[in-house]
């Protein structure tokens, strides 16, 4: 049976449950940075207010993705922390998970790393990123708040770049 769509995006999403596909959506509260220039050591553009639902340890995990915009430039090393508060200023943020040193040779346009939330660590009210840099001068990020399994397998790739 064929059918013919006037919404392209009526037809994917038809296709994607008929497959049993579950589909992502970016919510712009749920994002810490979107394509954020590090240069230094530094916080997410955005925190997320968790309001009154900080309890992350029931239910599915959480994870945070993160994904390299453009390369990372010159030798060093990323550290992403995870911090949490009770306000939104930040005055005595607690690290809540870390990840390794990331090194400048992996942090490649399109590699992404996932960081689990720990659960029933995140309490406080505010959460943010902390990119701590080592040596390297600049790289573009991007990072999400996501149920774990929504994390895709797709290869993000700066504009501009043919793929063969």
């Not at 954020?36 to 900080?54: C, E, G, K, L, P």
């Not at 309890?55 to 430039?73: H, L, Q, R, W, Y």
């Not at 029933?120 to 990123?129: A, E, F, G, M, P």
């Not at 708040?145 to 793929?163: C, D, F, H, K, R």
Request: glycine share 4%; aromatic share 8%; hydrophobic share 45%.
């Amino acid at each position: 049976m064929r059918h013919f769509f006037s919404n392209t995006l009526a037809a994917l999403a038809e296709i994607a449950e008929r497959l049993g596909v579950k589909q992502m959506y970016i919510d712009a509260q749920q994002q810490y940075s979107v394509a954020q220039v590090v240069t230094a050591t530094a916080v997410s553009t955005n925190a997320i207010d968790h309001s009154q639902d900080r309890n992350f340890g029931i239910g599915e995990p959480m994870v945070i993705v993160i994904t390299v915009g453009s390369a990372a430039v010159t030798a060093g090393t990323l550290t992403i922390q995870l911090q949490s508060d009770t306000t939104s200023a930040f005055g005595a943020p607690v690290t809540v998970a870390t990840s390794p040193a990331i090194q400048q040779t992996t942090l490649v346009a399109g590699y992404k790393y996932v960081l689990p939330v720990p659960p029933d660590l995140l309490t406080q009210r505010w959460s943010r990123l902390n990119y701590v840099i080592v040596t390297i001068t600049t790289v573009t990020l991007t990072a999400e708040l996501q149920p774990a399994s929504m994390v895709q397998n797709e290869v993000y790739y700066p504009a501009g770049v043919t793929i063969q």
